[in-house]
């Protein structure tokens, strides 16, 4: 039965105590084939298979989680959703995963807190001046609400910013009004909750131990679980896709590397906007229980162990302090780090590869999060029709090979 | 976060250093005869695994000389530095801790390769 979510409902449940309101998916044992598999349920994953079901009318899917839904860099990111990327391609891919945020809430019938607060983008000396004006161009040909401000604007915007006293003056920054934060774990379990309904099974505490090939095709996948039989495997695995396509015998130009996230005590509202630096690298919003929301870079090596090193923070804290002086005092709560899959050109995979049925959705890198219903959508069209979507054409695994990349390293709003 | 014994100073902070990437990646003897998949190869696909790699290291901030490490991407642990030129050391001679290709426990997830048992 379809759960809906209602102000009659809540009444309803709050009358028994909150004890009686549904499970929001089922937790059932794998079967011996499925149509596609995909691996991985982090919100791409799970919107993948939503998709899938939804708009392709495959029923018979399988999500295969090692973890628990949402736990790897789903739950681990800082929320961060905008789509003010400088080349067509990106622009194109981020702008149609907009849209498809702005619907989100109600299309899945559960609030995922999409906030549009709007994002700036700081610029801090001439360079950034030059490169943050020809990206709002760029975006505003595109047909994406990004516009110049100058500090006064700023100030307006954000009245805690330091601009002018600090070792890097903030000299503008590009605004994008239709940016803003969404709730993370909501995400992946909206696209859980309703991908189970169309009949997606989600399996969790299975892990995907190798994708199984014979004659440039894929078999199935072997888990945990045992075998379970498909000929299309969708792999959604962040940072350990790597690993993966190595089972099957496929190199991919990723690199895994630590990035952090912290986020402090909660305050009251001081700042009602994102604000990004890429010069002086700090990236800050506050969540809705007050909580400064920060993330730091990554680390400078590959590795597979979701810590990060101090330094790294401190470099991000120290640029926060100077920024915004009245945050100096300030206790941070918690740090995280996830493992995220870098590409050569800080842009996405979403391709076929050489294995017949067998699809990857990597190298979101640094920025994946904001990519998620967009990147879920094209993917599943991807997986349907054997055939990538007009948006995600672009980013197949062959431009490595052509030299035809989209280079987006300076639009990763930090540098990572 | 750890430390890295260089060859030459000793034994100092991570963040003294910057990594190279992959080592002993050899550059192909005769580009001009390759297929560009195989000159994709080499400009783009480095060793990513989950467990023990050869890796470059530069002591940016004290001797600023380039040596050679092995170490385990699961754990962080270096297992040995070797100076440029040395033969490197076979990956057999180290053992691996990682139980599945993930490095996960066959119920559960999270950290659990760093964690002691």
């Not at chain 1, 105590?17 to 991985?40: A, C, H, L, S, T």
């Not at chain 2, 170490?71 to 297992?79: G, H, K, P, Q, V």
């Amino acid at each position: 039965m379809k759960k809906k979510y209602s102000i009659y409902s809540l009444v309803k449940n709050s009358l028994s105590d909150n004890q009686n309101w549904k499970k929001m998916w089922r937790n059932p044992e794998p079967r011996k084939f499925y149509d596609v598999i995909i691996v991985g349920g982090g919100g791409h994953g799970l919107g993948t298979a939503y998709y899938l079901a939804k708009e392709h009318g495959l029923k018979n899917i399988a999500v295969i989680e090692k973890g628990w839904l949402g736990g790897g860099n789903t739950g681990r990111n800082t929320t961060i959703i905008r789509s003010n990327y400088l080349w067509d391609e990106s622009a194109h891919l981020y702008e149609h995963s907009l849209k498809l945020w702005e619907n989100l809430s109600s299309e899945l019938n559960y609030n995922i807190m999409f906030s549009q607060r709007g994002v700036l983008n700081l610029a801090h000396n001439e360079h950034d001046v030059k490169e943050i004006r020809r990206r709002v161009s760029a975006n505003k040909l595109n047909g994406i609400d990004s516009e110049w401000v100058d500090p006064h604007q700023i100030k307006k915007l954000v009245p805690i910013m330091n601009t002018e006293n600090c070792r890097y003056p903030v000299l503008g920054a590009s605004y994008q009004p239709r940016a803003g934060v969404a709730r993370h774990d909501a995400v992946a379990w909206g696209y859980a909750m309703r991908a189970d309904e169309l009949g997606v099974d989600i399996i969790q505490n299975c892990e995907v131990k190798k994708i199984r090939t014979a004659k440039g095709k894929v078999q199935g996948v072997e888990t945990s679980k045992g075998f379970i039989r498909s000929n299309r495997v969708g792999v959604v695995a962040s940072g350990h896709t790597s690993v993966l396509a190595a089972s099957a015998g496929i190199k991919l130009p990723l690199q895994s590397k630590a990035l952090q996230a912290l986020v402090s005590e909660p305050i009251k509202p001081v700042i009602n906007t994102v604000v990004m630096s890429n010069a002086v690298h700090a990236y800050v919003s506050q969540s809705d229980k007050g909580e400064l929301v920060i993330g730091a870079g990554t680390d400078g090596y590959n590795s597979y162990t979701q810590r990060g090193g101090y330094n790294i923070i401190e470099d991000t804290i120290r640029a926060i302090v100077e920024l915004y002086p009245i945050f100096g005092k300030m206790k941070m709560l918690r740090q995280w780090g996830g493992i995220v899959d870098i590409t050569p050109d800080a842009s996405p995979i979403l391709s076929k590869c050489e294995v017949e049925g067998l699809y990857f959705n990597c190298g979101w890198g640094t920025g994946g999060f904001k990519a998620t219903p967009g990147s879920a959508n094209v993917f599943a069209h991807t997986i349907a029709k054997n055939k990538a979507h007009k948006i995600n054409a672009p980013f197949s695994v062959d431009r490595f090979v052509s030299g035809r990349l989209v280079d987006e390293h300076g639009a990763a709003a930090v540098a990572h | 976060m750890f430390t890295i014994k260089c060859p030459y100073c000793g034994e100092r902070d991570q963040s003294e250093f910057s990594n190279g990437g992959e080592a002993h990646v050899a550059r192909p003897k005769d580009p001009e005869q390759i297929s560009d998949r195989e000159w994709s190869e080499y400009v783009f696909i480095r060793a990513n695994p989950k467990g023990i790699y050869y890796e470059r290291w530069v002591h940016t901030h004290g001797c600023k000389k380039w040596f050679n490490a092995v170490r385990n991407t699961s754990t962080d642990e270096i297992l040995k530095v070797y100076k440029m030129g040395e033969t490197p050391p076979p990956l057999k001679e180290f053992k691996d801790t990682i139980k599945t290709p993930s490095g996960e426990p066959d119920v559960g997830s999270g950290n659990f390769s760093v964690k002691k048992p």
